[in-house]
């Protein structure tokens, strides 16, 4: 399951741009808290007991991030470059989180 590696690493190095990001900004730490959640829980399951629905309600999930990425990217004047960094992880995430439930499905 090389796809499920995949998926733990993008969501890591995410987790990683995104409190980089927010820290240089000076986002409260509740804020970080609260966008980090999700991902955090979904790395875990990911890690801890993977199936096919955990991938595919993740990708249902990362289509929000997704939204909040591209209205910073695509609606601020000068956005960062951990910005776009953010909305390229997110857009990999989700490539790679449909297609390891599409894996799970193939190989049951």
Do not use: D
Request: aromatic residues 16%; charged residues 5%; proline residues 5%.
């Amino acid at each position: 399951m090389a796809l499920r590696k995949i998926f733990i690493g993008l969501s890591c190095a995410l987790l990683l741009t995104h409190l980089v990001h927010s820290l240089i900004i000076g986002t409260p730490w509740i804020g970080i808290l609260i966008w980090s959640a999700p991902l955090l829980i979904f790395t875990y399951r990911a890690w801890l007991n993977p199936t096919a629905r955990l991938f595919q309600i993740f990708g249902f999930i990362v289509l929000i991030y997704f939204m909040m990425s591209c209205l910073i990217v695509f609606g601020l004047p000068n956005p960062s470059a951990l910005s776009w960094l953010e909305l390229i992880l997110i857009v990999a995430l989700f490539f790679v989180g449909v297609y390891t439930a599409r894996e799970f499905l193939n190989v049951k």
